[in-house]
């Protein structure tokens, strides 16, 4: 009742409108409740009171992700951690937006530090894998990726990921082939799993099988023309 805990905590600044706590939740049900403006007249509001805290930082830090003001977010995040550098979820925030926005290096260092503070974490993993993987750290973004599975064995972007990588060093053919085929049945409707499925089923020379998912990764809204040209080229040559 996300309205009528809006109701409550107005009623709680009209006794005592300088607690951040309670600005801050009444920021965080705005922003639930899809009303961005208002969730950030309230953070703002909070940290007039207190600068130093840390968390309502955080959250105007998701505000303005969720809005995609990516630059504003991540000073807000950075401004968070400085406060406060043991608190996992800005460290991941922080890591996953650096990636984002194409800086896999730094990306790399707060991912690492949230790891660090929660090492169980399902996500996390995940995201440090596609770091290590952009900055061909192949045998980091394999061990990644694994510990994201192990977490969470549902993760189809580390299954396809990790499929992908086994299918590039030549080895684990098999169970390369039974990550690809999992992500693609978790997430059919994903192109770039339909595309990596389909290089592998390529690489094996399982080229009728290749041209359904490359087919199928083109309808998905991802060119795959040129796979799809030369896959048609060696079905030809085998039917001649």
């Given at each position: 009742?996300?309205?009528?805990?809006?109701?409550?905590?107005?009623?709680?600044?009209?006794?005592?409108?300088?607690?951040?706590?309670?600005?801050?939740?009444?920021?965080?049900?705005?922003?639930?409740?899809?009303?961005?403006?208002?969730?950030?007249?309230?953070?703002?509001?909070?940290?007039?009171?207190?600068?130093?805290?840390?968390?309502?930082?955080?959250?105007?830090?998701?505000?303005?992700?969720?809005?995609?003001?990516?630059?504003?977010?991540?000073?807000?995040?950075?401004?968070?951690?400085?406060?406060?550098?043991?608190?996992?979820?800005v460290a991941f925030q922080t890591g996953k937006l650096y990636?984002?926005?194409?800086?896999?290096?730094?990306?790399?260092?707060?991912?690492?530090?949230?790891?660090?503070?929660?090492?169980?974490?399902?996500?996390?993993?995940?995201?440090?894998?596609?770091?290590?993987?952009?900055?061909?750290?192949?045998?980091?973004?394999?061990?990644?990726?694994?510990?994201?599975?192990?977490?969470?064995?549902?993760?189809?972007?580390?299954?396809?990921?990790?499929?992908?990588?086994?299918?590039?060093?030549?080895?684990?053919?098999?169970?390369?082939?039974?990550?690809?085929?999992?992500?693609?049945?978790?997430?059919?409707?994903?192109?770039?799993?339909?595309?990596?499925?389909?290089?592998?089923?390529?690489?094996?020379?399982?080229?009728?099988?290749?041209?359904?998912?490359?087919k199928k990764a083109k309808r998905l809204g991802r060119d795959?023309?040129?796979?799809?040209?030369?896959?048609?080229?060696?079905?030809?040559?085998?039917?001649?």
């Amino acid at each position: 009742d996300i309205q009528g805990t809006i109701a409550e905590f107005k009623k709680a600044l009209l006794i005592n409108s300088s607690n951040v706590n309670f600005r801050n939740s009444l920021g965080v049900c705005y922003g639930i409740a899809g009303n961005y403006e208002q969730a950030v007249e309230e953070f703002c509001k909070a940290i007039d009171i207190d600068k130093n805290e840390y968390m309502t930082l955080y959250n105007l830090g998701l505000v303005n992700m969720l809005t995609g003001e990516r630059e504003k977010a991540l000073e807000f995040f950075l401004k968070a951690h400085d406060i406060n550098s043991d608190i996992y979820e800005v460290a991941f925030q922080t890591g996953k937006l650096y990636l984002e926005m194409g800086n896999s290096e730094q990306a790399t260092v707060f991912l690492e530090r949230a790891a660090k503070i929660e090492p169980e974490s399902v996500a996390v993993y995940r995201y440090l894998g596609d770091c290590y993987a952009v900055s061909d750290r192949t045998d980091d973004a394999i061990s990644a990726y694994e510990k994201s599975i192990k977490y969470n064995p549902c993760d189809a972007a580390s299954m396809s990921a990790l499929g992908s990588l086994y299918d590039k060093r030549s080895e684990n053919s098999e169970i390369a082939l039974m990550f690809c085929r999992e992500s693609v049945e978790l997430s059919p409707e994903n192109s770039l799993f339909r595309l990596r499925l389909g290089r592998l089923y390529y690489h094996q020379k399982r080229f009728k099988e290749a041209l359904m998912e490359f087919k199928k990764a083109k309808r998905l809204g991802r060119d795959t023309t040129e796979y799809i040209e030369k896959t048609n080229s060696y079905i030809d040559n085998q039917d001649t």
